[in-house]
């Protein structure tokens, strides 16, 4: 079938059953277990895709020992068809919205470093100018947040660009600077002193975040690039939260960033130790598809957590 014909006869004769049937074949690989899970008959998932691939003009599924599997036909039609699908639940999640009284929504995606310390006041900046606004804040591991973006299951996501470098389909706009250091609450016996060393720093009890974290590899090769040993913590924690408590409540010493002592919302609790790590300053950014123009919402709240970090 030629492409130009595909292109006039898809929108006529495409029908949102046959696709609902193909996502979920594809999914399950079976034609048995699609059949399951739709509440359908083996014989109608059957002759949906069949018709499906006669809309399409080519075979979408062959047959293989568990099941089926995707043509390069297929395989080449199912992020589109999936796509189908995340549009239409947004829609009914925005539709849903505008009914409870919301007027805009925003769906941020952040790692617990370095997003959390500014985030909420530039989230309350964007609620006071924008009332009645809808904020989702997912907070994930950085391969998680691109994934959702690629999926608009988040518009933008706030990552460090030390540990990222963006693909052709994303585009980056800097917010500010990080630099890593290590902090403690401010009524640590270590916050009064200066000249410290590395062997006075390994002497106290640590948090850190587990060894899975990106967070924590690059605290791993900025200490190896100086020749330093990993300090022995005494609690392992991903969450920003708990990692805070403890240098906050437990009087024990944690990796920071720049932004924690400097401008983020409790930052006189915090000090900076008075102990330069060999980190050069890393850039923080907004990334997000470049398919898709930013919104308003997103745009400002852009501006918001430039507008906080120019405080310092």
Not at 3 to 18: A, F, T, Y
Not at 31 to 43: D, G, I, N, T
Not at 83 to 91: I, K, Q, T
Not at 94 to 99: A, Y
């Amino acid at each position: 079938m030629a492409s130009n014909d595909l292109i006039q006869r898809l929108p006529r004769h495409l029908k949102m059953g046959e696709l609902r049937v193909f996502v979920t074949v594809l999914e399950h690989r079976s034609f048995r277990k699609a059949a399951a899970v739709l509440h359908l008959s083996q014989p109608a998932v059957t002759k949906a895709i069949a018709s499906l691939e006669e809309t399409l003009g080519c075979k979408l599924f062959h047959r293989v020992a568990s099941g089926v599997e995707a043509t390069v036909h297929g395989a080449s039609f199912a992020p589109r068809a999936v796509a189908v699908f995340d549009e239409l639940r947004r829609a009914a999640q925005d539709i849903s919205l505008v009914s409870s009284g919301a007027h805009g929504t925003l769906r941020v995606g952040i790692v617990p470093m370095p997003a959390i310390p500014m985030l909420p006041v530039a989230i309350n900046r964007l609620a006071h100018s924008h009332p009645g606004i809808f904020v989702s804040v997912v907070e994930a591991r950085e391969a998680e947040l691109l994934d959702r973006l690629r999926r608009r299951d988040i518009e933008v996501a706030i990552l460090r660009l030390a540990v990222l470098d963006p693909a052709e389909d994303l585009q980056a706009a800097p917010l500010f600077e990080e630099t890593l250091c290590v902090v403690a609450a401010s009524d640590h016996p270590l916050a009064r002193r200066s000249g410290l060393t590395w062997p006075d720093l390994l002497r106290e009890r640590w948090v850190m975040p587990p060894p899975d974290c990106i967070f924590y590899e690059h605290v791993q090769a900025t200490l190896r690039q100086s020749g330093l040993p990993m300090p022995h913590h005494v609690v392992e924690a991903f969450s920003i939260h708990i990692q805070f408590a403890m240098a906050l409540h437990a009087g024990l010493l944690s990796f920071g960033m720049r932004s924690q002592t400097v401008f983020a919302p409790g930052k006189e609790f915090l000090v900076r130790l008075p102990f330069d790590l060999a980190a050069p300053p890393t850039a923080v950014a907004a990334v997000s598809l470049k398919s898709h123009e930013p919104s308003p919402l997103s745009r400002l709240l852009v501006e918001n957590i430039r507008a906080i970090a120019r405080t310092d």
